[in-house]
Nanobody
Framework: VQLQASGGGLVQAGDSLRLPCAAS????????MSWFRQAPGKQGEFVAG????????YYADSVKGRFAISRDDAKNTVYLGMNSLKPEDTAVYYC???????????????WGQGTQVTVSS
């Protein structure tokens, strides 16, 4: 599986963005998908995850209520919708895929290249 994240950019606090992550391969629907982020000088952190079936979603406390993860298996794409963006959301955002269940650590089989999100105050 190859992952291609996009949709990042420079926005102002309070704005919204949607990050798509397109996956190659015919077995996309069998993979749990997640988003992670890494800010300069900080460790990477789990942001959101969605089960392979799409019926369960998981969020970091810092984004709960503002971000939404979804998937479209027909398009082999997972999305991260981000609302009410804050300067502390500034980071490189990565999508990741694994078989089995969503986990909040870095135990994923495949990673995208990352897309930069910068939120100005």
């Amino acid at each position: 599986v190859q992952l291609q994240a996009s949709g990042g950019g420079l926005v102002q606090a309070g704005d919204s963005l949607r990050l798509p992550c397109a996956a190659s391969g015919r077995t996309f629907s069998r993979y749990a998908m997640s988003w992670f982020r890494q800010a300069p000088g900080k460790q990477g952190e789990f942001v959101a995850g969605i089960s392979w079936s799409g019926d369960r979603t998981y969020y970091a406390d810092s984004v709960k209520g503002r971000f939404a993860i979804s998937r479209d298996d027909a398009k082999n794409t997972v999305y991260l919708g981000m609302n009410s963006l804050k300067p502390e959301d500034t980071a490189v955002y990565y999508c990741a895929a694994k078989k089995g269940s969503v986990v909040r650590d870095r135990g994923y089989d495949y990673w995208g290249q990352g897309t930069q999100v910068t939120v100005s105050s």
